[in-house]
């Protein structure tokens, strides 16, 4: 085994962060009612967050339904809960030290499905230590969310986290794939299963109100290059919301922006209409014989 502190600063900040996701992603999910609105939620959860001592990592995620991930209010938006699959996921960084935590709220009356999700994370943790394959990992989300007569979304993965990054490698996929990549004893992931009534697969919709930065460049319109100043002082390379944006003209800004290359945008990813999606997703540190959960009270 190679040698790694896990009493090192970036772990504290790794578990400083977890704590204050674990705490915020429980009280979020309390506020999920019929009639509440998604903006509301999502503003709550944030500020929070920054209360707590840690920043936003991403925007709260708010999928509904078939919606499995990269929903989140958009700045005037007035859409409330009503009967729905409710998938919270929210990220915090301290330092750019990150943790990533998703939960499902069902007002839907299809508890076995969100049950479905939880059981398959917990299934993964029971097999994760320094050495395991991640399609190992895979097998057993496959196994258990097929044990519930649900399939997994397959084209969704957990991810390592990197210092001020979201999404690094190794990707652990939701099933048996053949795959000899091995985690190692201080690798930062999130493990995150996804369990849906649907085919299995999400597709990319219309709608977008995530963006991060993707190269740097200029740009000549005020609007936009305010909000680029914003982005890499503020952001830095983790994705954020037009509503977290100062400037006014917001949507123009984006648009020159992207157009630019310079920032990507996150397009909402969902089954088909008429479907639910689940989702459980804990960030952990991997230790020589299991793992540290991050955002575990
Ligand atoms: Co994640």
């Known amino acids: 085994m190679t040698d790694v502190d896990l009493d090192a600063e970036e772990y504290e900040k790794n578990r400083e962060a977890g704590e204050i996701l674990a705490q ?16 509301e939620v999502a503003e709550w959860a944030e500020d929070r967050i920054r209360e707590l001592g840690g920043e936003p990592a991403f925007p709260v995620n708010i999928s509904i339904d078939e919606e499995a991930a990269h929903a989140t209010p958009g700045v005037d938006d007035a859409t409330t809960f009503g009967e729905d699959m409710v998938n919270l996921d929210i990220g915090v960084h ?4 990150l943790a990533d935590t998703a939960v499902t709220v069902d007002l839907s009356g299809n508890a076995e499905l969100a049950e479905a999700s939880e059981a398959a994370l917990n299934a993964a943790l029971d097999v994760v230590e320094a050495g395991v394959e991640t399609g190992e990992i895979g097998a057993v989300i496959e196994e258990t969310i097929d044990g519930y007569g649900f399939n997994p979304v397959v084209n969704l993965t957990g991810h390592g986290l ?3 990054q979201q999404h ?24 995150e299963p996804f369990a849906t009534d649907g085919g299995g697969k999400v597709r990319e919709g219309s709608e977008e109100e995530i963006f991060a930065l993707e190269s740097e460049g200029s740009v000549r ?12 002082e503020e952001f830095k390379t983790l994705p954020f919301a037009t509503r977290w944006l100062d400037v006014r003209r917001a949507e123009m800004a984006l648009r020159r922006l992207k157009q630019g290359d310079i920032l990507h945008g996150y397009p909402v990813l969902k089954e088909e209409a008429g479907c639910l999606v689940s989702q459980k997703e804990h960030t952990i540190i991997v230790t020589e014989n299991g793992c540290q959960v991050t955002t575990r009270l």
């Open 94 to 97: 301290v330092d750019g030290w």
């Open 221 to 232: 319109n005020r609007a936009a290059r305010q909000a680029l100043n914003q982005v890499t």
């Open 168 to 191: 690094t490698p190794p990707n652990i996929p939701n099933r048996a794939v053949d795959q000899s990549i091995e985690l190692e004893v201080g690798d930062v992931v999130a493990i």
């Open 162 to 164: 990197g210092h001020w």
């Open 24 to 39: 915020v992603r429980n009280e979020a999910a309390d506020r999920v009612e019929v009639g509440v609105s998604h903006l």
